[in-house]
């Protein structure tokens, strides 16, 4: 008789708890590499010799190991949710005002804004987040609730906030983020006052949240645009297929291809060594691990994200 095909969506076939417990194993041997992000001063101090891992199950399951419950600064990690709301605020208009092309360039560049007149290539760049920031901002009527009331929810956890200092940090040396806003202003394609849009935006940066806490909030991107936290249809089964698509070729900037090579998952990664990851369909994912490789993505984090796909065969390839 022949076998039954390989499915690696049959979880019952993984120890997602033995998986998850040997990568880390591999990750822990490999602490001290990378390099924590020092231009936003606060982040500086973090210790690398972290790694978190946890995945959320649309059933409510949750598997988890290492400092999976310590909280870090979520960064652009943000961007997936506020885009999520902006979509919510505004739908297909979004996309006049932004791409939905890889940039091939780093996370904060302002080259291509030049000759392509103030429309960023995507909203995870931070050129095209600011975009986002300033949908948000005209739309709800308290845009700072309203994202933490989407954060709580969709983590499940009343306790998800932001961090004061981190924000104000990033507002003192944000040199490069003041540059991109005020350039995409000089094209008309911001609307609300230039200051107030990198509030917003160094506020979304600054929230805190663990492991647990993003593999939960990402999850309704697996399960197609429904929160098993809240029980509700946060975007359509299509919203979530589009925001996944776009994790994919631009969640991890000028290093999408080769996230899209070693993991094969849409993922949104953060300076904070945060990363998020979705088997669609199937699991939200998310991993921690401060020191950060030269494209500004954890570097362990992708490692551990790496060997999850392969342990299991979950690559969307
Ligand atoms: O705007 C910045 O530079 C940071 N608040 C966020 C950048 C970031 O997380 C890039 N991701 N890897």
Redesign the pocket.
Known sequence: MRKPPHNPHDLGRHDLDDILGTIDEEVRQRFGEGKVAD??PSLADVPRDRFGIALALPDGAVHEAGHSRERFSI??VSKVYTLTLALEAIGEELWKRVDREPSGDP??SLVQLEYEKGIPRNPFM?AGALISADVILSNFEDAEATLLAFMRARSGNPDVGTDEVVARS?RES?Y??VAVANFIRSFGNMDNDVQDVLDF??LQ?SLRMDCVDLARSVRYLADAGHCASSDVQVTTAEGATRINSLMMTAGT?DAAGDFAFYVGLPAK????GGIVAVVPHVMGLSVWSPGLDEK??SLLGRYALHRFTRMTGLSVF
């Open positions: 231009y936003i960064q652009s996370f904060n931070n990033e944000g490069r983020n935006y160094y940066c900037y990664s953060g300076v904070g500004g993505n």
